[in-house]
């Protein structure tokens, strides 16, 4: 689209302003409609509490991390201390699906666990009982 200003001596100023406002409010609409966002599963697990999420309240996270420049790595462990809230047998933990995961434990024994995304969804031997 092209426009055109004819600059009189004394409405120049406020017609071009004018011209430049109609203009930017057109391609501001324009942008404003024709991004629709569509929500995929990944940014419902990030984004948004859920069943998995609400049950507990962490109150400390103890990290050992061990860094190898020169083989590029990260190690470590995360132990996690939380409140139970109410009663659920599913836990939802967020970790970037480039790191792998070698296991997870509750009093020293493995949980079953299923990865989707950057979400980690923990099995709970049973179910988690209030104030645990």
């Given at each position: 689209?092209?426009?055109?200003?004819?600059?009189?001596?004394?409405?120049g100023i406020v017609l071009h302003g004018t011209i430049f406002f109609l203009f930017w409010?057109?391609?501001?609409?324009?942008?404003?409609?024709?991004?629709?966002?569509?929500?995929?599963?990944?940014?419902?697990?990030?984004?948004?509490?859920?069943?998995?999420?609400?049950?507990?309240?962490?109150?400390?996270?103890?990290?050992?991390?061990?860094?190898?420049?020169?083989?590029?790595?990260?190690?470590?462990?995360?132990?996690?201390?939380?409140?139970?809230?109410?009663?659920?047998?599913?836990?939802?933990?967020?970790?970037?699906?480039?790191?792998?995961?070698?296991?997870?434990?509750?009093?020293?024994l493995p949980l079953e666990y299923k990865r989707d995304g950057n979400a980690i969804i923990?099995?709970?031997?049973?179910?988690?009982?209030?104030?645990?």
């Amino acid at each position: 689209m092209s426009i055109f200003i004819i600059k009189a001596p004394r409405f120049g100023i406020v017609l071009h302003g004018t011209i430049f406002f109609l203009f930017w409010f057109q391609m501001a609409h324009a942008q404003l409609t024709s991004q629709k966002k569509t929500f995929t599963h990944q940014d419902s697990l990030r984004g948004g509490l859920n069943e998995n999420r609400t049950w507990f309240d962490v109150s400390a996270y103890e990290l050992d991390v061990k860094i190898d420049i020169k083989e590029r790595t990260i190690k470590g462990e995360c132990t996690m201390e939380y409140k139970v809230l109410k009663s659920a047998d599913k836990m939802q933990i967020d970790l970037f699906a480039q790191y792998e995961i070698l296991s997870i434990n509750r009093f020293g024994l493995p949980l079953e666990y299923k990865r989707d995304g950057n979400a980690i969804i923990v099995q709970m031997p049973q179910r988690e009982g209030l104030g645990m």
